[in-house]
T-cell receptor, first 110, second 114 residues
Framework: DAGVTQSPTHLIKTRGQQVTLRCSPKSGHDTVSWYQQALGQGPQFIFQYYEEEERQRGNFPDRFSGHQFPNYSSELNVNALLLGDSALYLC?????????FGPGTRLTVL | GNSVTQMEGPVTLSEEAFLTINCTYTATGYPSLFWYVQYPGEGLQLLLKATKADDKGSNKGFEATYRKETTSFHLEKGSVQVSDSAVYFCALSPGGTSYGKLTFGQGTILTVHP
C-alpha cells in the first residue's frame, strides 16, 4: 500500500510566479491537509479538504488556494510568489483519526 | 489560540543515555497530543499519541504522558540509539470541528553519538 505521495520533489520559481503542488493520499483516506514548514520551524497548517471542499483554514492569505478531486487527491496553488514562500510543503491524509504525512515538496522562490 | 512550546535545542547525547524533551501546550477544551519524528530527507512520522488526560502514549521505547494539570506532554526514552537521531515535534489537535488541524512546536534536533 503506497503511502502519501507528493509531486514534484523540488521546485524553483521566481517572485511573482504561480505554483501548483500535488498530493495523492494514502489509500482509503478521504481528508487531505496541507502544511508549510519553513527551515528550522515546525509545520504550520494551511488548510484541510474533505469531500472536495475546504473544511478548515489556517492563517494564510488568499494567495494560497487548493482543490480536492473526486479521487481525494489534492492540489495546493500559490499565486504571486514571495521570497518568504520558500519552504517545505507537506501534505497529510487521514481517515477519521491519525494523519499520515508525505515526504513534502521543497519550494525555492528566487 | 492554541500553541505548543518545546524545549530549546539541539540536544546531543551519547548512545544509551536517557532522553527527555519537554513540551508544554496551551489549548482550550480537550486536545489530543502527539509526538512526530522527522528523519533527514523524510516526511513526518507519528511516534506516539495520547487523546485524554493521564493517557500514556508509547512506541519504540519512547513514552509520553498527557498531564492536564501541568499542560505538558514530555517525551522520554530510557536508552537512546544512534538511529534515534532526528528532529522531534510535539503537536496538538483540538477537538470538535477543528479536529485534525495540527499545531506544532518548533522542533527539537536530537543527535546521538556512538
Amino acid at each position: 500500500d503506497a503511502g502519501v505521495t507528493q509531486s514534484p520533489t523540488h521546485l524553483i520559481k521566481t517572485r511573482g510566479q504561480q505554483v501548483t503542488l500535488r498530493c495523492s493520499p494514502k489509500s482509503g483516506h478521504d481528508t487531505v491537509s496541507w502544511y508549510q514548514q519553513a527551515l528550522g520551524q515546525g509545520p504550520q497548517f494551511i488548510f484541510q479538504y474533505y469531500e472536495e471542499e475546504e473544511r478548515q483554514r489556517g492563517n494564510f492569505p488568499d494567495r494560497f488556494s487548493g482543490h480536492q478531486f473526486p479521487n481525494y487527491s489534492s492540489e495546493l496553488n500559490v499565486n504571486a510568489l514571495l521570497l518568504g514562500d520558500s519552504a517545505l510543503y507537506l501534505c497529510a491524509s487521514s481517515f477519521l483519526d491519525e494523519q499520515f504525512f508525505g515526504p513534502g515538496t521543497r519550494l525555492t522562490v528566487l | 489560540g492554541n500553541s505548543v512550546t518545546q524545549m530549546e535545542g539541539p540536544v546531543t547525547l551519547s548512545e544509551e543515555a536517557f532522553l527527555t524533551i519537554n513540551c508544554t501546550y496551551t489549548a482550550t477544551g480537550y486536545p489530543s497530543l502527539f509526538w512526530y519524528v522527522q528523519y533527514p530527507g523524510e516526511g513526518l512520522q507519528l511516534l506516539l499519541k495520547a487523546t485524554k488526560a493521564d493517557d500514556k502514549g508509547s512506541n519504540k521505547g519512547f513514552e509520553a504522558t498527557y498531564r492536564k494539570e501541568t499542560t505538558s506532554f514530555h517525551l522520554e526514552k530510557g536508552s537512546v540509539q544512534v538511529s534515534d537521531s532526528a528532529v522531534y515535534f510535539c503537536a496538538l489537535s483540538p477537538g470538535g470541528t477543528s479536529y485534525g488541524k495540527l499545531t506544532f512546536g518548533q522542533g527539537t534536533i536530537l543527535t546521538v553519538h556512538p
